[in-house]
């Protein structure tokens, strides 16, 4: 019986070790941050290129405010990834320190420098797993001028860390790479973690590029904390989009509703009745039938119209064109023009209008309005132009 309690009490052991291991495995949950969306098409790049270096050392595996600052650093670097409109910068990745898992080496790019996407950017922060080893930033930033060497335009470099454990070759690098790239550069620091000697170190660090900022990722936690961060240093608001030239003014000469540069018949009188050339016309469709010079009843209206401005401009004198379509003899045509346009100009003489303000021609089919190929083209052949002369 013994035996039995034995051997349960040593499987119950081994399967709470089991479990707890596999525990201690378990990713951690993806970061809740709901990103501030700075629209793009309102701001355009401050920066050209943006260097990330990024503490991955043993001090950054302790914890501060009861989580482990290497996830704090990270969830820092995605949140501003997400924050950070797609524009085109240049972008990379560095980091230092390092898990044995991870690298090997004192410092590391896993991302860039290429061009920026968030989907890049993020694999390469994914990379970096875990941290450990020592605390070289001097050698990161130093690898960092050589990252940028062939960069062309404005750079940002953005150190996240701890401060711990740094010594005087931080600051001395940054002072180096700052006369390398001069006023091109600024330098921006973040600090994890709220402790005196790692602040100064940062404040320090951001001093030497001489245009940047030190910050804390306590203070820039929230969505807009972090949308003003990444506004600070990537962007600059567009400048306004000028307002549209407005179209230019269509000249209307004679006001008959048809711009110059389409009017055939300009210096209409106000009020007469146009087509779309911008001649004074009226045709088939209430004038006259096929082969006939008599005024049909509902043409009178317009006639009548006519007849009212000519009373009112007395000073106007027009020529009444006669035409017609295509069917026929160009001569019997001719003559029926001749028809249409004196028993028209006979109207206007009934309405009061002297004869010595009217004169008559006949075009026949020779200056058609419309295509003769149609039943409606030639409809509007058969018609009176009336025509202002001096």
């Not at 993806?30 to 920066?47: C, T």
């Not at 996830?71 to 797609?86: C, Q, Y």
């Not at 001489?210 to 949308?227: F, L």
């Not at 990537?234 to 003014?249: C, G, I, Q, R």
Request: with cysteine; net charge negative; charged share 25%.
């Amino acid at each position: 019986m013994k035996k039995y309690y034995a051997r349960a009490l040593f499987f119950v052991m081994v399967g709470t070790l089991l479990f707890g291991c596999a525990a201690r495995q378990v990713q951690p949950t993806q970061s809740l941050f709901e990103p501030y969306q700075l629209e793009a098409d309102q701001y355009e790049p401050k920066v050209d290129n943006f260097m990330v270096i990024l503490d991955a050392s043993s001090s950054m595996a302790e914890k501060y405010n009861g989580q482990n600052k290497f996830k704090i650093a990270k969830d820092f670097l995605d949140a501003m990834n997400k924050t950070i409109p797609e524009l085109e910068f240049n972008g990379a990745l560095r980091t230092f320190g390092h898990h044995a898992s991870v690298s090997k080496k004192l410092t590391e790019l896993f991302y860039g420098p290429t061009e920026y996407s968030r989907s890049g950017f993020e694999e390469g922060l994914m990379s970096v797993s875990r941290a450990g080893g020592t605390s070289p930033l001097g050698e990161a930033i130093n690898a960092a001028s050589d990252d940028l060497t062939s960069v062309q335009g404005k750079i940002a470099v953005i150190i996240v860390s701890d401060g711990k454990d740094m010594g005087p070759k931080p600051v001395m690098a940054a002072e180096s790479l700052k006369s390398q790239f001069g006023d091109r550069l600024c330098i921006f620091t973040v600090l994890i973690e709220d402790n005196p000697a790692g602040k100064q170190a940062l404040e320090q660090i951001a001093q030497a590029g001489g245009c940047g900022d030190s910050t804390t990722a306590d203070k820039i936690a929230s969505s807009g904390g972090m949308a003003g961060f990444v506004e600070g240093i990537f962007l600059a608001k567009a400048a306004p989009k000028p307002a549209p030239e407005p179209a230019p003014k269509t000249m209307d000469s004679d006001g008959d509703g048809v711009a110059d540069n389409l009017d055939q018949c300009p210096n209409t009188p106000m009020g007469a009745t146009v087509d779309a050339r911008g001649c004074w016309t009226y045709d088939a469709k209430v004038l006259f039938d096929f082969n006939s010079a008599e005024i049909k009843p509902e043409a009178y209206p317009m006639l009548d119209e006519a007849s009212d401005i000519l009373k009112e401009n007395p000073e106007l004198n027009v020529e009444i064109d006669g035409h017609t379509d295509s069917i026929g003899p160009a001569d019997y045509n001719m003559k029926l023009s001749e028809r249409r346009a004196n028993i028209v100009m006979e109207y206007f003489i009934s309405k009061g209008i002297d004869a010595n303000r009217l004169t008559i021609k006949g075009f026949g089919s020779t200056k058609p309005a419309a295509s003769n190929d149609t039943q409606e083209g030639r409809a509007k052949n058969r018609r009176v132009e009336l025509t202002p002369v001096e």
